[in-house]
Every structure is written in C-alpha cells, then in structure tokens.
C-alpha cells in the first residue's frame, strides 16, 4: 500500500482532540437527539428481524448469528451519525478501523471460513440433527450443526467433531433423507444346486421378513460365476430406520433357507489324483466346483 494513502496514528489521534476541542452545546444537543433516534430505530429493526425470525424455518444458530450481525452494524452506523454531529471527523477513523479488520481477517482466516461453512450448512440443509451422514471422511449421526464445527456420533459411540469449512468442501451422503434404503447382500451356492432351486429359497427367506417391503419388488439374480460357485445378488427395499436389522436378519436366514431346499453353499476346495508311486499328477491336481 503506497506511502501516505492511510493516516497514521498521531494523525488521527491529533484530527480528534482538534474536533474535541470545536464541541458546543448545539452539537451536543444534535448528537443526544440523534442517539435517541438511533436507539429507537435499532429497537424497531430490531423487533421487525425477531418477528421474521419467528416465522422462519432456520436454524437456531442461523438466528443468532443474523441477531448479532445486525445488531452490530446497526451500532457501528449509530456511532458514526453521533459523531458526525459532534463534527469530529470519522473519514480517518472509518479507514484505520478498515484496516484493522483486514488484519484480523487474514489472521482469523480459518476461523472465518469455519463460519462461512456453518452459515452454508445452516441455510441449504443438506443434513439434519438426528441424520446418519458421510462427510468429511467420518460416518455418524449428526449430534450438533454448530457456526464452526459439526459433531457426529459414530456407531460405536466416538464424537467426531468435524470443522464446516472441511464438510461443505467435500461430498457429503446423507443415508436418512429418504423414507426408504435398499439392502444388497450376496451370497454363493454349489454348481450342483439349479439356480431357480436357489432362487426360490432365497425369496421363501426374502418373503417372511415383516420389514421387507413389497414396493419395490425384491430382486433375486444370478451376478457371476466364480471357479467354485454361483454368486447370487438379493436386493430388498425397507424403511430407513429398519436397514440394519433386514440386513442382518436376512443375512441369518439363508443358510437355514438353503438347508430346507439342500442346497449347498459352496466353498473353494481341490481333487487330488494320485498317479503310481503315490504322487499326485501335476495335471490331474485341479479346482473343482462344490
């Protein structure tokens, strides 16, 4: 910044005791009324903001901040319309308190941007107290969407505090905002086993779960063919809240579903040919299917 485009502090300090010194009871006067008016005006605004937020659908922090930085610059414009009729000149006032702000702004910079995210939180709702989120890296549910961190409980109990400026930057999958979830599993069975015989005891264990919902139809298919076996993929729709008990019920359930049609879940196994001498034949040694 070139030499001389800001005032220094003996140049300030001495521009204010000379208008200090040219205060008269006139101006006095003028500054008194001007603060009444200012204090009336900021109880106005003031109630005008509060009757809005009351209607509003934002956060609580949101509020708060947006309370607070209208309260404030309602307070600095006041202070300046008082000293202006006291004549004491605020140019070069206005412009060291400029410069100061820039300063702290560049200090404070991750902190300021920790707000920026949590007002950007705040205002586009991509998640909500109570929801299962992925952010940041970190998987819970969401305790606490504060104006600089955002807490998350991981399922086995750990608080993960998460800085909003790391969250809003980064994709973030939220597991509740819909009704419904679907589960997948997989599971493999023997080549000896007809796969429609595998199908249909897969949808008998699909069926008697009371959690599993018929719309949308499950889905039962064969998805590949591995050396040993076939490997099946079940896709089921249940309610957000019910996915971790479908998924582990299900999964329970069709080893003794498979039990009732015989089929059998195979497992990588290998047939040994022995040749004369009691050696294995290299060639005949082989991966069979179970």
């Known amino acids: 910044m070139p030499e001389g485009f800001l005032p220094n502090d003996e140049e300030v300090t001495a521009g204010l005791w000379e208008n200090i010194q040219g205060i008269t009871a006139n101006k006095v006067f003028g500054a008194v009324v001007a603060a009444a008016v200012c204090l009336l005006l900021i109880k106005v605004l003031l109630g005008l903001l509060e009757r809005a937020l009351r209607r509003s659908s934002m956060d609580a922090p949101l509020k708060t901040l947006l309370r607070n930085l209208l309260k404030g610059a309602l307070w600095f414009v006041s202070i300046i319309v008082v000293l ?35 007002m950007q939180l705040l205002a586009s709702h ?15 549910t969401v305790t606490e969407i504060g104006m600089f961190y955002t807490k998350l409980t991981t399922p086995d109990n750990k608080l993960v505090q998460l800085p909003n400026n790391t969250i809003v930057s980064a994709n973030i999958t939220n597991f509740s905002a819909q009704p419904s979830r679907r589960v997948e599993l997989k599971v493999s069975a023997s080549y000896d086993a007809p796969i429609e015989t595998v199908k249909r005891a897969l949808a008998q264990a699909v069926s008697e779960h009371p959690q599993v919902l018929a719309d949308p139809e499950p889905m039962i298919r064969v998805e590949d063919y591995g050396d040993s076996s076939i490997l099946y993929v079940v896709r089921v729709w249940c309610a957000n809240a019910d996915y971790w008990t479908v998924y582990y019920d299900l999964l329970e359930s069709f080893k003794p ?24 034949d290299p060639i005949a040694l082989r991966r069979v299917d179970g």
């Open 126 to 140: 991509p998640f909500s107290v109570g929801d299962f989120v992925e952010a940041g890296g970190c998987s819970g």
């Open 84 to 118: 202006g009729c006291l004549d004491i000149e605020v140019t070069s006032l206005v412009a060291l308190l400029s410069v100061t702000g820039l300063a702290f702004s560049l200090a404070l910079q991750n902190f300021l941007s920790n707000v920026a995210g949590g």
């Open 257 to 280: 579903a498979f039990d009732r049609y015989s089929v059998e879940m195979a497992y990588p196994h290998l047939n040994v040919h022995m040749v004369e001498g009691g050696r294995p």
